[in-house]
Each structure stands twice: as structure tokens, then as C-alpha cells.
T-cell receptor, first 113, second 113 residues
Framework: EAGVTQFPSHSVIEKGQTVTLRCDPI?????LYWYRRVMGKEIKFLLH????????ESGMPNNRFLAERTGGTYSTLKVQPAELEDSGVYFC???????????FGPGTRLLVL | LAKTTQPISMDSYEGQEVNITCSHN???????ITWYQQFPSQGPRFIIQ???TKVTNEVASLFIPADRKSSTLSLPRVSLSDTAVYYC??????????????FGTGTKLQVIP
């Protein structure tokens, strides 16, 4: 069974540019989560999708971040415009049911210069 | 959200049993305790989850006392490949029915030959 995949693995952009991260959950997992770890800090929750609906987006830092999951399959996380403090590792996770174990992807390493 | 406290780092020789204890004094009735392992440049990987008493799988054992204010992850006969960061998480089951997991600082385990 394929795991959670994320693309790209690394991204280097300049401040003010736009970046879109993609997450493909494990097939059949309705629940998809985004997390991030910014420099030297802990991994923090961003938001949770159930199929195509946002169940909880309480962790989204500000309106420069937009997450979508059209069709309830893969998800994208867009940062526009990117700021220096957005640098970090963005993780995606999925689970079959909401209360079950979350399986994490390898992360996308974002560096904003 | 229940906060967790665990040692920042531990060293162990190959072949020894390693016990990592996590404190979660404010754990709520609906919270589960989950441990994840993370290697450099990878996403967190589920190890074990429990609610109370003892849980064992092919990788580890999890000991949870009756008051559930702490838990101990036990790794039998560690090898060099067990060198990683281990996270203790307390999952809050939200009204929407999912586990909003919160990562702490983790314990960096270094296995020595």
C-alpha cells in the first residue's frame, strides 16, 4: 500500500512569491491533515479535511495560507505571498476515520529567501 | 490541550532496552496516548497507541499507569537504526470526532555501538 506522498520535496522561493504544496493521502483515507514545523519549533497542526470539507482550520496562521481538497482526494496548500517566517517543513497526514491513527508523509521543506 | 513533557535526549548502547517516559498531567478522559518516531528528513511514523494499562506490538510496548498522567514507551534491544526522535502525543478527541494531535519537543534517542 502506497503511503502519503508530498510534492515537491523541497522548494526555495523568494519572499513575495507564491508556492503550492501538494499532498496525496493514502487511497481511501477521507481524513487529511496539514502540519508544519517552522525553524526550531514544534510540529503544529494547521487544518483537517474530511473529504473535501474543512473540518478544522484553527491552526492556519493567517489568510496568506489557502488549503483546498477538491474532489476529496489530493490536497494543496498555497502560500501567497510567502514571507520569511513561512520557512519550515510542511507535513501532510491522512487517516481512514477521524479518530484513527494518522499516517504522515515525508514533508515538503520550504525555504523563503 | 494536554501538554506533554519528555526528556530532550537519551543515549543507549545497542542491544539494551530503552524506556522513554512522558508526563501528561492534564490528560482528559477522551485522550489517547500515541507515540511517533521520526528519522531525519522524514515524516513522523506511528509506533504505538494506548488508552490505559499496557499495549504491545511487534515494535514496542506502552505502559500507562492507572492515573494516566504519564506513559512509558519501551523499546526492546535497540539497534543503531532506532536512532531517531520519539514523540509522545496526547490526542484530543474533538467534537467533530477526530484526534487533534499536538506534538511536543520529542526525545532524541542516540543508540551507540
Amino acid at each position: 500500500e502506497a503511503g502519503v506522498t508530498q510534492f515537491p520535496s523541497h522548494s526555495v522561493i523568494e519572499k513575495g512569491q507564491t508556492v503550492t504544496l501538494r499532498c496525496d493521502p493514502i487511497s481511501g483515507h477521507d481524513n487529511l491533515y496539514w502540519y508544519r514545523r517552522v525553524m526550531g519549533k514544534e510540529i503544529k497542526f494547521l487544518l483537517h479535511f474530511v473529504k473535501e470539507s474543512k473540518q478544522d482550520e484553527s491552526g492556519m496562521p493567517n489568510n496568506r495560507f489557502l488549503a483546498e481538497r477538491t474532489g476529496g482526494t489530493y490536497s494543496t496548500l498555497k502560500v501567497q505571498p510567502a514571507e520569511l517566517e513561512d520557512s519550515g517543513v510542511y507535513f501532510c497526514a491522512s487517516s481512514p476515520r477521524a479518530e484513527e491513527t494518522q499516517y504522515f508523509g515525508p514533508g515538503t521543506r520550504l525555504l523563503v529567501l | 490541550l494536554a501538554k506533554t513533557t519528555q526528556p530532550i535526549s537519551m543515549d543507549s548502547y545497542e542491544g539494551q532496552e530503552v524506556n522513554i517516559t512522558c508526563s501528561h498531567n492534564n490528560i482528559a478522559t477522551n485522550d489517547y496516548i500515541t507515540w511517533y518516531q521520526q528519522f531525519p528528513s522524514q515524516g513522523p511514523r506511528f509506533i504505538i497507541q494506548g488508552y490505559k494499562t499496557k499495549v504491545t506490538n511487534e515494535v514496542a510496548s506502552l505502559f500507562i499507569p492507572a492515573d494516566r498522567k504519564s506513559s512509558t514507551l519501551s523499546l526492546p534491544r535497540v539497534s543503531l537504526s532506532d536512532t531517531a526522535v520519539y514523540y509522545c502525543l496526547v490526542g484530543v478527541l474533538h467534537s467533530g470526532g477526530y484526534q487533534k494531535v499536538t506534538f511536543g519537543t520529542g526525545t532524541k534517542l542516540q543508540v551507540i555501538p
